[in-house]
Every structure is written in structure tokens, then in C-alpha cells.
């Protein structure tokens, strides 16, 4: 079975300090992974994803995210925070099999500070 | 961000009402998704369409009816709906079900409190 963990509810971090937000996930097989952020009363958008290649990925606004498969991780990163990075972020993850549903985790709340 | 939009983007009503919301997508995209959206929770796939046709009902309960006229358009018809359903109501689309690698592009949502 599929699952996907996001363990911490909320990262905190100061402007200009570079941030992590953590992703685990499960699947048979060759996963592909997403990360979406979502903005106060908006819907979720777009970041990145892995495919397949390079285990570092580079998404919008400047967020990269690595790949790494024997830790079955894909951790969102930035080198340096923007107070206006501040939003929910969702990691999802899909098996490779046609029956596979993209799963979504529960969420980050990331909060930058100034 | 206006790829997907929904209307109403809030929406109040009773246990006994009917109400529709409505998604529509500017992307040139065959599927479309509605998602249920509840704080502290994974977002709950509900339906799926492929081309007009549903794929995929995701054992929701049939006080939400979804409606498929074309591959632009996606409705979901609620009726006697229990407080428990106040959630963001999030649709979705994608170019097409036939990779695992497909993008889902997300619309802003619809607000609901069922009173």
C-alpha cells in the first residue's frame, strides 16, 4: 500500500535561514512525488515533482527538493527563506502501477519569520 | 492560477437545501478530479473523470452527486448534507490518467459550512 508521512505539523524558521520540510513515503516499486504549497483561502499549486534522473529537482520560487531512495525521502528545501514562503505545504506520492492513486500528506505549515 | 476556477468560492447552507458548485478548467485537460479538504486530515480523493466518463467514486456517500457535461466542466450537486461535510471542496485537473507521472493542477477551492 501507498502512504506518504510528513512528520513535523509546522516548521518554523527565520528570514534568510534556509529550510527543510520533511517527506517520507512508502510504494512498490518506483514512486513519483510532488510537492504543492497552498496560500491562505487559495487551492493547491504546483512545485515540483521527480520523475525519474537527477535526485535533486528544482521547482518554482526557488525550492529545490532531493530524492533519495534508500532513506525513502523527498525533502522540500530553500536556501533562503522568504517571509512569504509562509503557507501549507503538501507532499503526495504515486506508485508507478496504473492502479495507484496520488496520495497526499497532511500538511507542513511552514512559518518564516522576519 | 485561473487555469481551474470554482464558484461559489463560499458557501453557506442548510441540512435540508440543494446546492451545486461548479469547477471549470482552461487547460485543455481530459481528467477531473474533486477532492474533499478537511482541517488536519489528507485530502480525500472523491470522484474521478476521464473524458466525461467517471472513473473512480471513492465510496462517497450519495448526497454528493458529481456531473460531467465535458471535459471543461465538472459539478458536484449536494443535497441533505450532514454538518460533518463543512469542508474545502478542491477540484482538479490533469492532462490525462495515463502516467503516474500526470500533473494535478488545483482549482481555489469552494468554502462550505453546512449548518
Known amino acids: 500500500a501507498q502512504s506518504v508521512a510528513q512528520p513535523e505539523d509546522q516548521v518554523n524558521v527565520a528570514e534568510g535561514n534556509p529550510l527543510t520540510v520533511k517527506c517520507t513515503y512508502s510504494?512498490?516499486?518506483?514512486?513519483?512525488l510532488f510537492w504543492y504549497v497552498q496560500y491562505p483561502n487559495r487551492g493547491l499549486q504546483f512545485l515540483l515533482k521527480?520523475?525519474?534522473?537527477?535526485?535533486l529537482v528544482k521547482g518554482s520560487y526557488g525550492f529545490e527538493a532531493e530524492f533519495n531512495k534508500s532513506q525513502t525521502s523527498f525533502h522540500l528545501k530553500k536556501p533562503s527563506a522568504l517571509v512569504s514562503d509562509s503557507a501549507l505545504y503538501f507532499c503526495?506520492?504515486?506508485?508507478?502501477?496504473?492502479?495507484?492513486?496520488?496520495?497526499f500528506g497532511t500538511g507542513t505549515r511552514l512559518q518564516v519569520f522576519p | 492560477e485561473t487555469g481551474v476556477t470554482q464558484t461559489p468560492r463560499h458557501l453557506v447552507m442548510g441540512m435540508t437545501n440543494k446546492k451545486s458548485l461548479k469547477c471549470e478548467q482552461h487547460?485543455?485537460?481530459?481528467?477531473m478530479y474533486w477532492y474533499k479538504q478537511s482541517a488536519k486530515k489528507p485530502l480525500e480523493l472523491m470522484f474521478v473523470?476521464?473524458?466525461?466518463?467517471?472513473?473512480e467514486n471513492n465510496s462517497v456517500p450519495s448526497r454528493f452527486s458529481p456531473e460531467c457535461p465535458n471535459s471543461s466542466h465538472l459539478f458536484l450537486h449536494l443535497h441533505t448534507l450532514q454538518p460533518e461535510d463543512s469542508a474545502l471542496y478542491l477540484c482538479?485537473?490533469?492532462?490525462?490518467?495515463?502516467?503516474?507521472?500526470?500533473?494535478?493542477?488545483f482549482g481555489p477551492g469552494t468554502r462550505l459550512l453546512v449548518l
Open positions: 521527480y520523475i525519474t534522473g537527477d535526485n
Open positions: 473523470y476521464n473524458f466525461k466518463e467517471q472513473t
Open positions: 482538479a485537473s490533469s492532462q490525462g490518467l495515463q502516467g503516474a507521472e500526470e500533473t494535478q493542477y
Open positions: 510504494v512498490s516499486g518506483n514512486p513519483y
Open positions: 487547460l485543455g485537460h481530459n481528467a
Open positions: 503526495a506520492v504515486r506508485g508507478a502501477y496504473n492502479t495507484d492513486k496520488l496520495i
